[in-house]
């Protein structure tokens, strides 16, 4: 495990123009910075720089077999630092800019550092929506290496104060563009021959992808080793413990509902998924932060985006 850096003092910066140059120029200095992307907050770095992905490992505490997600400007720089073969070509085509991370044969000559891969044949890479995140990797003429920006295992942010709740004193700047407005981390997808590997689900769901390719969608839901980010068995987790597909809770419990099951907070009254997902970290930010010694979860349906909040529910229940 890399030792914490000194204690720094962690400012939150709106985004603007003058926020985004001193991110820019602290990103080219190997420093850390949080930035908002439509899924959650990511702490990003340097890909190419070794000691700067090493301090992502350090102000997370992460594990440095779980590889990163490499955030790039555009397809070109994508191809810069993996092979696309026509399938993986064909995604980028339905899924980029957007929450679909490939996970591809990384170039030999990429220049990124190999501890984003952690030590793998392979990088998992992302196009992101976001304008400012977007905006900060053309600012930094660097592709990101960017996991989200909380303590690992924890809860992930969805907006600037989660980051420093979770973070203060571990990095000095937080580039605030507001909420994230999907609220799940990337689907994550290993392109194969004839199918689709899936990691990790999220945003894209398997049937989108199937509809996408005409390919059937393998979900890899137990691995003996680690090939992309999120495939940990206890992950995303509260510190309280917490309890699934309850139908209502205890004194002891702050309950989470879902359409008609009600609760302290309601993830979605009309049963909307999307909301849902929307809303599940800052739901379970809150509980954790209640006076509540449990936390209580409604049943989600596991269809469509519900697979990617139920496999985030388990994990974070592990």
């Given at each position: ?46 890909a ?18 779980n590889p ?17 073969s ?12 957007g ?18 891969t ?26 990101l ?108 419990e ?52 519900g ?12």
């Amino acid at each position: 495990m890399t030792p914490l850096p000194p204690a720094l003092s962690t400012g939150i910066f709106p985004y603007g123009p003058d926020a985004l140059r001193e991110a820019a120029d602290r990103l080219r200095a190997g420093q850390p910075v949080a930035v908002p992307t439509e899924t959650v907050y990511g702490l990003a770095a340097d890909a190419t720089d070794s000691r700067a992905v090493a301090a992502i490992y350090a102000a997370k505490g992460r594990p440095s077999f779980n590889p990163l997600i490499v955030h790039v400007a555009d397809r070109p720089m994508a191809r810069r630092l993996a092979i696309f073969s026509p399938l993986a070509a064909k995604l980028a085509d339905h899924f980029w800019p957007g929450p679909l991370t490939l996970v591809l044969p990384v170039r030999a000559d990429s220049g990124l550092s190999p501890l984003v891969t952690a030590g793998l044949a392979t990088v998992a890479l992302r196009l992101p929506a976001h304008p400012v995140m977007r905006a900060l990797i053309e600012a930094s003429g660097r592709p990101l290496a960017a996991p989200s920006a909380n303590r690992s295992g924890a809860i992930s942010p969805t907006c600037a104060e989660h980051v420093r709740a979770s973070l203060a004193g571990r990095l000095g700047m937080i580039l605030d563009g507001g909420p994230a407005t999907q609220g799940l981390e990337s689907t994550i997808v290993a392109p194969e021959t004839d199918h689709l590997r899936l990691l990790r689900p999220g945003p894209v769901t398997a049937a989108m992808l199937e509809a996408a390719t005409c390919l059937r969608v393998i979900e890899v839901s137990h691995s003996t080793s680690i090939e992309a980010p999120g495939q940990l068995e206890s992950h995303y987790a509260p510190s309280k413990p917490m309890r699934l597909n309850a139908l209502e809770g205890d004194g002891a419990e702050y309950m989470i509902g879902f359409g008609s099951v009600h609760g302290d907070i309601n993830l979605s009254p009309t049963a909307d998924l999307n909301e849902a997902a929307a809303m599940l970290f800052a739901a379970l930010h809150i509980a954790d932060a209640s006076d509540a010694s449990q936390i209580a979860v409604a049943p989600i349906p596991i269809e469509g985006i519900g697979a990617a909040i139920n496999d985030r529910l388990k994990r974070a229940a592990a």
